[in-house]
T-cell receptor, first 114, second 112 residues
Framework: EPEVTQTPSHQVTQMGQEVILRCVPI?????FYWYRQILGQKVEFLVS????????KSEIFDDQFSVERPDGSNFTLKIRSTKLEDSAMYFC????????????FGQGTRLTVV | GENVEQHPSTLSVQEGDSAVIKCTYS??????FPWYKQELGKRPQLIID?????GEKKDQRIAVTLNKTAKHFSLHITETQPEDSAVYFC???????????FGTGTRLTIIP
């Protein structure tokens, strides 16, 4: 069964450093998403991406965040200058169509900012 | 924007009994309601979903009901088993936006 894959599984970074989280969505999917989950809390939407541009973003997704699809397979989330409160599990997801169809989640990247 | 409330936050059930988790949503435009199961340290996985043109959907031991008028939907798990222990999240989405809005989660524990 096709899967969304994310790398790395765990990233530790110092406050103020840049991090890039990587995702390979399912190959025939057209919509890509980043969500985050602070430990013990609910999953929160960050951004959606379609047709090589951001289609929607939340208020969490400020100027420190950016997304990119650098080639035909990868989808990345960059945090420019990490803060302690960015520590969370970051999930990439993809779907064939818009948000009211099944979204498949990756296994997540646990980001720890120290 | 959409707001999804979920209850209870924790639920303990004897093995073999039924479990019910309830969610309410605020945006009447929402038309898609998935349920995700998340085991400890793992990815959320879709277990069942329902669209607003349907009032109930069943898949083996799992069922979801939707009341559009009251804006609430529920997950029902019958004949619970130890492997049903996990955190369950409800979510809502509508065709007009690109995101799933999740509830706060229910930690379900099945007591052998």
């Amino acid at each position: 069964e096709p899967e969304v894959t994310q790398t790395p599984s765990h990233q530790v970074t110092q406050m103020g450093q840049e991090v890039i989280l990587r995702c390979v969505p399912i190959s025939n999917h057209l919509y890509f998403y980043w969500y985050r989950q602070i430990l013990g809390q609910k999953v929160e939407f960050l951004v959606s991406f379609y047709n090589n541009e951001i289609s929607e973003k939340s208020e969490i997704f400020d100027d420190q965040f950016s997304v990119e699809r650098p080639d035909g397979s990868n989808f990345t989330l960059k945090i420019r200058s990490t803060k302690l409160e960015d520590s969370a599990m970051y999930f990439c997801a993809s779907s064939e169509a818009r948000a009211n169809t099944e979204a498949f989640f990756g296994q997540g990247t646990r980001l720890t900012v120290v | 924007g959409e707001n999804v409330e979920q209850h209870p936050s924790t639920l303990s059930v004897q093995e073999g009994d039924s479990a019910v988790i309830k969610c309410t949503y605020s945006d009447s435009a929402s038309n898609y309601f998935p349920w995700y199961k998340q085991e400890l340290g793992k990815r959320p996985q879709l277990i069942i979903d329902i669209r607003s043109n349907v009032g109930e959907k069943k898949d083996q031991r799992i069922a979801v009901t939707l009341n559009k008028t009251a804006k609430h939907f529920s997950l029902h798990i019958t004949e619970t088993q130890p492997e049903d222990s996990a955190v369950y999240f409800c979510a809502a989405a509508d065709f007009g936006n690109e995101k799933l809005t999740f509830g706060t989660g229910t930690r379900l524990t099945i007591i052998p």
